[in-house]
């Protein structure tokens, strides 16, 4: 029994030790090895068949023998800085959950056999021989296919992990009706300016708005102002009030004849 276990253990080491020999080899020396290990876990040492790679620089592989169905295709992606599901192209996703197993690069090949076993029953004036339909060949913003991730991460400093200089427009698609699509958004008009006496500079929507773009020797000034009118209001006031006890006191005294 303890021989056997070790045996056991020695094939253990050796079918390590080769694996790591053919890793190396597979990526091109250790730092290819490194970078994987610590990026991508257990891709290290997970060889297959180099399927396509898309235009992001996605490489895809395939391993039927040595690994079980569903586990059997991955992606190792072109940038490992910024990579998610999303980053797969629909093309490429539908190869790896197995939906088709005819991966885009040899798609073309595929609907050239298959339409060619196709006996046309009428005559078609349909300009495609399949159902896939027309295929624009698009370059996507630094190759995102999500284009969602496209949006700055706060207003004018745009997203430096996609790429997105500051200030610039987010490039994913708003449908009409959208609070984010530039046809929906309503601009409140501007109902004044502080500077118009110098040419204007300082518009504002409301009130409020005013308030912030005032100085504070502004803010003071239209306080002190303010004081002053209450003031002259309460003098006004007051001298009303004893104008109007006046008459009341006078009521009455009836008639004087001299």
Not at 78 to 83: A, L
Not at 151 to 161: A, E, F, K, Q, T
Not at 169 to 180: A, I, L, N
Not at 235 to 257: D, P
């Amino acid at each position: 029994l303890q021989v056997r276990r070790e045996l056991r253990r020695e094939r253990m080491v050796f079918g390590v030790v080769q694996n790591v020999k053919a890793a190396l080899k597979y990526r091109g020396g250790w730092k290819g090895l490194w970078e994987h290990m610590y990026t991508n876990g257990d891709y290290p040492f997970k060889l297959g068949t180099y399927i396509g790679c898309d235009t992001a620089g996605n490489r895809y592989y395939e391993n039927k023998v040595d690994y079980p169905f569903g586990q059997h295709r991955w992606v190792e992606p072109g940038d490992i800085h910024n990579f998610d599901s999303s980053s797969i192209p629909p093309e490429w996703h539908g190869w790896m959950v197995s939906m088709s197993d005819t991966p885009p690069s040899q798609e073309e090949e595929y609907l050239k056999e298959a339409t060619a076993a196709i006996q046309p029953m009428c005559r078609s004036d349909a300009p495609a021989k399949h159902h896939v339909g027309h295929q624009e060949q698009l370059m996507n913003f630094h190759k995102l296919h999500n284009q969602s991730q496209v949006r700055s991460r706060g207003y004018g400093i745009g997203n430096p992990i996609v790429g997105l200089p500051p200030h610039a427009k987010d490039s994913y698609y708003t449908q009409p009706g959208s609070p984010y699509n530039d046809a929906s958004i309503a601009y409140a008009p501007m109902i004044g300016d502080l500077d118009e006496s110098k040419g204007g500079g300082r518009p504002y929507k409301s009130d409020k708005w005013a308030d912030r773009l005032r100085t504070a020797e502004e803010n003071a000034a239209i306080v002190e102002e303010e004081e002053k009118e209450a003031a002259k209001a309460l003098e006004s006031y007051k001298v009303s009030q004893q104008k109007r006890l006046a008459m009341l006191r006078n009521r009455g005294g009836g008639t004087v004849i001299g």
